[in-house]
């Protein structure tokens, strides 16, 4: 069995019945808290990935996760992860599908939510078929004594949830207290390069991502010893035209796994609108 995160349905949507909204709370499950895990996991950031039973988009589906999935990755053959869910099923998932937690939506997801049910006593809730892209709002009764502080209540919480959850333009619904029916619609503008965007990579795994810079990209890989500099850098060169032309520049560094005997910096690797530049043995 696929292992997933939980998704439950808040009371509203009972209320409710066939809804297209559903929304998240932390899940029961500690296994992706074990440090046995860490160094090994990445986890799905797109809507839905299949699992392959060998390194090959034309394999058979084994099985398939969802954004906020975890898996065990234990090798890389030629830009396909081997993997192993956290309950045991194996499989192959193309290398360019799986990241660091920080990617997936869903996880970020889990703790905004929780976090505003608490400190604002406010239910958010999402559009299954739109991904996190479209919001529903339920503002506390008080907040509706007029539009315009409604309007200045969900402007700061889109917001929050653009900085936190997901980037791009998110259209948010507000109900009426206690209903489906709808209040009022905003849209709000996101970030250009709002949706993950990672290249396939022929060995090791990615580590790290960094998008403070909304018109730069900074990536980590750990990579075996016996790669060579030459193929670090083929590597690197090949990497950088994946990304759109609106990212202005992009950062690479390739370290030793973490497994090796010696950790040293590998490849640092920038390339921008000056060329490329890189370092062999030294990073930033």
């Known amino acids: 069995m696929t292992f997933r995160i939980l998704l439950v349905i808040l ?81 192959w998932i193309r290398s360019d599908l799986l990241g660091p937690k920080e990617l997936s939506a869903f996880s970020a997801a889990v703790s905004f939510i929780e976090n505003l049910k608490e400190d604002e006593n406010t239910e958010l809730y999402f559009d299954k078929k739109l991904y996190h892209k479209r919001i529903y709002i339920s503002f506390p009764q008080e907040y509706y004594s007029s539009r315009q502080k409604i309007e200045n209540e969900t402007r700061e919480l889109v917001i929050k949830y653009q900085q ?23 849209e709000f503008k996101g970030a250009m390069n709002a949706d993950p965007l990672l290249p ?19 990536l ?14 083929s590597t690197a060169r090949e990497i950088v035209p994946k990304f759109p032309i609106s990212y202005q520049s992009v950062e690479l560094t390739f370290k030793n796994s973490p497994y090796a005997v010696q950790n040293p910096c590998r490849l640092w690797y920038m390339e921008d609108k000056n060329g490329e530049d890189y370092r062999l043995g030294k990073c930033n």
Request: hydrophobic share 35%; charged share 20%; with cysteine.
């Open 11 to 91: 009371s509203l949507l009972f209320l409710f019945g066939c809804s297209t909204k559903e929304s998240v709370i932390t899940p029961d499950s500690d296994l992706d808290k074990d440090d046995i895990y860490q160094d090994a996991l990445l986890w799905v950031f797109t809507p839905e990935v299949n699992i392959r039973q060998s390194a090959s988009g034309s394999s058979t589906k084994v099985s398939s996760l969802v954004d906020g999935d975890s898996v065990i990755v234990l090798n890389n053959v030629n830009g396909w992860y081997q993997i192993k869910t956290l309950d045991g099923q194996a499989g």
């Open 200 to 218: 396939i990579i022929p060995f090791g795994r990615i580590e790290g991502v960094n998008r403070d810079d909304p018109s730069g990209i900074k």
């Open 164 to 186: 936190q959850v997901y980037r791009g333009q998110v259209t948010a619904h507000v109900l009426k207290p206690g209903t489906e029916q709808e209040y009022l619609t905003l």
């Open 220 to 233: 980590t890989y750990s990579v075996p010893e016996n790669i060579s500099d030459e193929q670090l850098i």
